[in-house]
């Protein structure tokens, strides 16, 4: 008779407990925070103490417990991120495939990926088929994402390829949220242009949230790689950082075809 009551009340107890407990709905694997395409340029431009600076700076961030922490904060709980490197208009690879990320384990297993690879560099500069290759990555991803961002880098202007603007509106369109991180390491070459950040943020950056974090010394680059993932993954852009474009003078988005049109006529 006493284990009945036991039963009984244990079987109460726990129908109370269900009763209180607020409903979670089950989240499917393929849901995430937020996917993230890592769109890093390997152009001529770059030399390769700024290409390993730049691909050490991405492994480093994501062996940060800031950003492990930021990671399991959000919502969900696990975001997922490609690394793409890039150039001219036909060249885009991916380096390290669509990754999902939601322990400490996964995390430093996708920093070592990037790592481990060897660098390479290309020709030309096409920001916006990195854009319009980034875009297709997110589309056919498999991931259902609270977010989803293009986080570009860079030391030049397009200068091959579609225009910048076409590409990045049409991205934006579909929701999708572009950053950069101009780099601006040396001073300006034939083909570059001398305030960068304001083409990034002209011609380059849009969608709720964009921002930039420009990079002007070597010594930054670890720092300020880290601090992008960080706002990325929490959602949480700089306001400073954040501009209107249409309350500032507009850059020439078109000014690295101009330079490279201007070069070729000149050979």
Not at 7 to 22: I, K
Not at 181 to 198: A, R
């Amino acid at each position: 008779m006493p284990r009945v009551i036991c039963s009984r009340a244990v079987a109460a107890w726990a129908l109370l407990l269900l009763a209180l407990t607020p409903f979670q709905p089950a989240r499917a694997a393929t849901d995430v925070d937020l996917a993230l395409v890592l769109a890093v340029d390997i152009s001529y431009s770059m030399d390769p103490e700024e290409q390993a600076l730049q691909r050490e700076g991405f492994a480093q961030a994501f062996k940060s417990p800031l950003v492990h922490d930021a990671i399991q904060r959000g919502m969900i709980g696990r975001i997922a991120v490609t690394y793409v490197e890039w150039a001219g208009s036909g060249d885009q690879k991916v380096i390290v495939p669509w990754s999902v990320l939601d322990n400490p384990e996964s995390v430093l297993a996708f920093a070592d990926r990037i790592a481990s690879v060897p660098l390479r560099r290309a020709q030309r500069t096409s920001v916006s088929g990195a854009i319009d290759f980034s875009a297709n990555l997110l589309a056919e991803s498999g991931f259902e994402a609270t977010r989803q961002v293009i986080d570009i880098s860079g030391d030049g202007p397009n200068n091959q390829g579609r225009p910048v603007v076409p590409a990045r509106d049409e991205a934006v369109a579909k929701g999708i949220t572009i950053n950069g991180l101009p780099l601006m390491l040396k001073k300006p070459g034939y083909l570059d242009v001398p305030d960068l950040d304001l083409y990034y943020r002209d011609c380059v950056i849009g969608g709720l949230g964009s921002f930039m974090v420009p990079i002007r010394e070597r010594e930054q680059f670890a720092q300020a790689i880290k601090t992008k993932i960080l706002l990325e993954v929490a959602a949480a852009p700089p306001q400073e950082l954040v501009r209107k474009a249409q309350d500032m003078a507009r850059t020439n988005c078109m000014v690295g075809e101009t330079q490279w049109r201007d070069r070729m006529g000149n050979e």
